[in-house]
């Protein structure tokens, strides 16, 4: 994509443990187009956090990236510490899951924000503070005045959760992250939350990468979908595609264990097996153990490759695929 | 899910913590009266602490001297007023010095970890392992004795003990998701220890220093006994018990007074540090 805010190409994260290098992604390669919202979507441990983690240079020293993260044009793996500090919060910024933590207890809400301004501008108290009462306002808190020197535990967890949202906003970024924004929020305030981020993308224009491991939240938001397992991405799609139209084996099993309105209770859909574990995983395609359709060619890593314009999988069972595998075949299945 | 949130009305105690617990509120309430009588030395003892009167050489307590006299006709209670002006002044100034410097060792090594913290810690854990009165006897055995003396012993005795608790409050607070989120913002890490991980992680240490300052005295009071701490003119709580031993049976009063005052101090000094418990430890801040 030509107008591409963010691309990864061929992103790897290993874990140090003590019981061996845990793998939690492998080989992602994608790319976010300016002023969409792409949903990242998997189970716990997929992997979806650590990519968005890499994305911001915010892993620990025990994690290895290779690859490259490529954002407005510059590379951000290897960037020395500096300079991804002064990205981010200011030209990526990053939503977490749990307002309830995410913000200092002991630090006035309008504070947190107006920090996040003087971290990156040069700019006086009184401005960032003038500032900070206008996203509070922008993101619906009512009587910003008053709320800007209260402690976090004063306020909801919508509410807060809405500050944490003006936070990432606070530079008005290229990019946001939000890893999991509604997960710790009842559905009232989860729709509330949604309807918030839309409405901030239509206004501010801002590029989001939304994680979250609920396809109704890919649903009612998001304009394209990454699809993660066990540290691998399998499938990128338009949303309608992916619910119209699921390629990949672990995206049918996904959609399939939706629950319907008509099912029998206690009648839960499940996918059989269990994710592998990711210290030396089984080479190849990650979701072979539980696929329905798995080939002996199942052994090589499948390579992501377009079915359509807009519709990548990464499947054997794709010809797509199989045209990509053709010809280096064999040597991409050394990256597990 | 707004619409309680606007109504309620902004809660005006910052203080609630140490105000409503009652053994705070005593604590605070003899601390507050024990340093007026320290600062106010002059004005309240009742007679020159120093002023020698033959005709009242181990005189017992009287309505003109309520503590009774010591063996060289000295006011008691003028001396214990004195007294105590030298070993909370030592008590307080040795405590405040460990915090000063203890509380910045632990913070950075327990925010920077690795070979940071290996190289603030592995020391200050060799302090720690020496016997605190036999260090600082060995400390005053070098340098010479004095109150000043006493006073840096005690902060080289503590300093290791506020470090331990602010890295370990600070490996708490360091791992939190808000402390995460600050790096997320990009927030230099120099505002983050200072703005972020210090406020959250102070409350245990700040506990345990008032808790020291009451033990402060006592040790203070062991170095002096010992003729290690402050030296004639000058006096302190532990030299007048030193002095007073002989006379145990005899005059009874020049021990007690000065004992009594170490055990009042220790005791408001553990209420107010409870008191303050209450207010400042983590889980309350959430409340």
């Known amino acids: 994509m030509s107008d591409a805010i963010l691309t990864l190409e061929h992103v790897d994260v290993g874990f140090d443990t003590d019981d061996g290098t845990v793998s939690a992604v492998s080989d992602v390669s994608l790319s976010v187009a300016a002023g969409e919202i792409f949903g990242l979507v998997g189970e716990s441990g997929c992997g979806k956090t650590t990519l968005a983690m890499a994305t911001m240079g915010l892993l620990p020293v025990s994690a290895t990236v290779s690859g490259s993260v490529r954002f407005l044009g510059r590379e951000l793996v290897g960037l020395p510490p500096e300079d991804l500090r002064r990205l981010r919060g200011d030209r990526i910024s990053m939503v977490f899951q749990d307002p309830m933590t995410s913000l200092d207890p002991a630090f006035p809400i309008g504070e947190q924000i107006a920090e996040t301004i003087t971290a990156h501008r040069d700019v006086q108290r009184s401005h960032a503070r003038d500032r900070a009462l206008a996203l509070l306002a922008d993101v619906g808190i009512p009587e910003p005045e008053r709320r800007y020197g209260d402690a976090p535990h004063r306020l909801s967890g919508g509410m807060r959760q809405r500050v944490v949202i003006a936070t990432a906003l606070a530079n008005e970024p290229a990019l946001m992250l939000a890893d999991e924004p509604t997960t710790a929020l009842d559905v009232t305030i989860q729709s509330q939350i949604l309807d918030l981020l839309r409405d901030l993308r239509q206004r501010l224009r801002t590029t989001i990468v939304l994680i979250t491991h609920d396809l109704g939240v890919i649903a009612q938001l998001c304009d394209r979908v990454g699809v993660m397992y066990a540290g691998q991405l399998v499938e990128i799609a338009t949303v309608s595609e992916i619910f119209r139209a699921p390629r990949h084996p672990y995206t049918q099993a996904l959609l399939a264990a939706l629950p319907t309105q008509h099912q029998e209770p206690g009648s839960l859909r499940v996918i059989p097996g269990r994710v592998p574990n990711l210290i030396a995983p089984p080479p190849g395609c990650r979701f072979a153990s539980r696929c329905p359709h798995v080939m002996d060619v199942c052994t090589i890593v499948p390579p992501l490759a377009h079915e359509s314009a807009d519709h990548l999988i990464a499947c054997w069972l794709s010809e797509a695929t199989r045209e990509a595998g053709r010809p280096t075949g064999a040597a991409t299945g050394g990256a597990a | ?287």
């Open chain 2, 1 to 287: 899910m707004s619409v309680a949130i606007p109504n309620v009305p902004a809660r005006t105690s910052r203080r609630r913590g140490i105000l409503t617990s009652r053994k705070g509120r005593v604590g605070f309430a003899i601390l507050l009266a024990l340093i007026a009588i320290a600062a106010f030395a002059p004005l309240i003892a009742p007679h020159d602490p120093n002023a020698i009167d033959a005709a009242r050489i181990l005189a017992p307590p009287d309505l003109a001297h309520p503590f009774g006299s010591d063996a060289l006709g000295r006011d008691v209670l003028s001396r214990v007023i004195y007294a105590y002006r030298v070993s909370l002044g030592v008590a307080v100034g040795s405590t405040l010095l460990a915090f000063l410097f203890g509380v910045p060792l632990g913070l950075y090594a327990g925010y920077h970890g690795g070979w940071v913290d290996t190289l603030i810690m592995r020391p200050i854990d060799m302090v720690l392992a020496l016997p605190a009165l036999l260090l600082a006897v060995a400390l005053i055995a070098i340098i010479g004795p004095g109150s000043d003396v006493a006073l840096l012993a005690i902060a080289v005795i503590y300093l290791p003990i506020l470090a331990r608790v602010v890295r370990s409050s600070t490996l708490v607070v360091a791992s939190q998701t808000y402390v995460e989120a600050a790096r997320a913002r990009g927030t230099p890490s120099r505002r983050i220890i200072t703005r972020h991980v210090l406020p959250n992680a102070i409350g245990p240490a700040i506990v345990q220093a008032t808790i020291l300052m009451g033990f402060a005295l006592q040790i203070e009071a062991a170095l002096s006994f010992l003729g290690l701490g402050a030296q004639p003119p000058t006096s302190s709580l532990g030299v007048m018990l030193a002095d007073g031993r002989d006379f145990l049976t005899q005059a009874p009063w020049i021990e007690i007074f000065p004992g009594v005052a170490i055990a009042i101090t220790v005791l408001a000094f553990n209420f107010f540090g409870d008191g303050l418990r209450a207010r400042l430890d983590p889980r309350g801040v959430t409340r």
